[in-house]
């Protein structure tokens, strides 16, 4: 019985996911769509906006990007990203990668 659930469950997870669709955009942050961003979603964002995005991106290790999402630092980028630049500063004495 717990199989069926499973698999049921499943089921309306990949049917969901089906009916999502992404809206394509990565622009250069002086070429953002503005206007239609502001038609499709009703957000209308101001130069402040753009230049406080811009100046969260970082480049993380060579290896990939990331952003500054709080104050005090933390940052939000992709597992592989942040495993790489671990294994850059982990030692046999200081294993922060576990």
Request: proline content about 3%.
């Amino acid at each position: 019985m717990l199989h069926r659930f499973v698999y049921l469950l499943g089921f309306v997870f990949v049917m969901g996911l089906s009916s999502l669709k992404a809206d394509p955009g990565m622009w250069p942050f002086d070429k953002i769509p503005v206007d239609t961003i502001e038609r499709r979603y009703g957000l209308r964002l101001t130069l402040a906006q753009i230049e406080q995005m811009r100046a969260s991106m970082l480049r993380v290790n060579n290896q990939g990007s990331g952003a500054f999402i709080s104050r005090h630092g933390l940052l939000i980028t992709n597992h592989h990203v942040a495993k790489s630049a671990l294994r850059q500063i982990t030692s046999k004495d200081r294993d922060i990668e576990k």
